[in-house]
């Protein structure tokens, strides 16, 4: 920033004295001033755009330029020999600029396009990552990831932000005893991974200084990368989604690989807790599905018979709603009854 205010005094104050002494006066010397101060502000926006453009494209563009510009000169210096130009002086400096400005610019674009078809002195084009997968703290915390590596239906490289490690860290050493054991479990989970045969673990210490929250900082670098995130975070999975970022969403995958659970199917479940409804008593399976049981609520800490009524599946998860065994049964011996 001082560098760029720098560049923005010498400019203006460039300007104002090129103008200044010409003797145009004071007035007219503001205008130096202005144009010094727009021709910073464009090489200041001249520099972004640089900055995103790799030096391999920028050697290319410039050889290319240097080229084209030879390749002009040499044209121009044969139009000299021909008579009828020659006799024309005034239309001479035009060709000139015409021939310069043509292959100046053929060069600059060609050279920086066909640098990448260029593999000597190591100037070939890098290899991109064909799959930059990046893990998010909820992921790593879940564990789920490290088992579907171990199947071996995804190998290859994962990368893990400085960032994310840092709140994982911040999690383990947390006062909070059940904070602390899933941060700690999210450490055990990488390290589990990073012992496991063809995976590979990249921490990667590019951080977002300006930009608040993993989550965000999380999206910022797959964007940058062209990455995807992996995550099972129900909102990070909406707000990249919006933003153009691709997601795999470990819940999704466990969706779409777990067996069905079709309405009038039975189960034994262990009534956890009290549901949101009157009488509604929640239980879990052994992957944290939810399993709503209607009028099972009396039942809390025991085991009990539901039979499935309706399944509801989400990138959040899958909710199974169900009701008392017996209870159904009477409900379709009723049902029957009033059809007969």
């Given amino acids: 920033m001082i560098i760029r205010l720098l560049l923005i005094l010498a400019c203006s104050v460039s ?15 503001l205008l130096g001033l202005v144009a010094g101060i727009i021709i910073a502000l464009s090489v200041i926006q001249i520099e972004q755009a640089i900055r995103k453009v790799s030096i391999r494209v920028i050697f290319g563009g410039v050889a290319g330029m240097f080229i084209g510009l030879l390749i002009a000169f ?30 100046g610019y053929l060069g600059l674009v060609l050279g920086s396009n066909k640098i990448e078809e260029l593999h000597v002195f190591g100037l070939h084009a890098p290899k991109e990552p064909v799959d930059c997968r990046i893990l998010d703290t909820s992921v790593i915390i879940d564990g789920r990831i490290a088992d579907i590596c171990d ?14 490690l840092d ?33 590979s673990i990249e921490v990667l210490d590019q951080d977002f200084p300006r930009i608040k929250g993993v989550d965000a900082k999380l999206v910022a670098l797959a964007r940058e990368k062209k990455g995807k995130i992996i995550t099972n975070d129900f909102n990070l999975n909406k707000v990249a989604e919006l933003q153009g970022i691709k997601i795999l969403n470990v819940n999704e995958l466990a969706n779409a690989v777990k067996p069905i ?42 085991l009990v018979d539901v039979q499935v009524t309706s399944v509801l599946q989400t990138t959040a998860g899958r909710m199974i709603f169900s009701e008392m065994k017996g ?9 029957l009854g009033a059809k007969s």
Avoid: C
């Fill in 327 to 335: 209870l159904a049964q009477d409900k379709k011996m009723f049902a």
């Fill in 151 to 164: 199947t071996g239906f995804v190998d290859g490289n994962f990368i893990v932000p400085r960032f994310v």
């Fill in 15 to 29: 300007g104002y004295f090129i103008v200044y002494h010409y003797d145009w006066g004071f007035p007219t010397s």
């Fill in 74 to 103: 040499l044209f121009a210096y044969g139009l000299s020999f021909v008579t009828n130009i020659s006799e024309k002086r005034q239309i001479v400096p035009w060709i000139y600029a015409l021939v310069t400005v043509t292959m």
């Fill in 167 to 199: 709140e994982l860290q911040y999690i383990a050493d947390s006062s909070d005893s059940l904070k602390r054991s899933r941060g700690r479990r999210g450490l055990d989970i990488l390290n589990r991974m990073q012992r496991a045969s063809g995976i």
């Fill in 261 to 302: 659970v079709l309405p009038g199917e039975s189960m034994t479940v262990k009534i956890i807790r009290e549901g949101k409804e009157p009488g509604q008593g929640v239980a879990y399976l052994d992957d944290g599905t939810m399993i709503v049981a209607d009028n099972a609520q009396r039942y809390q800490g025991q």
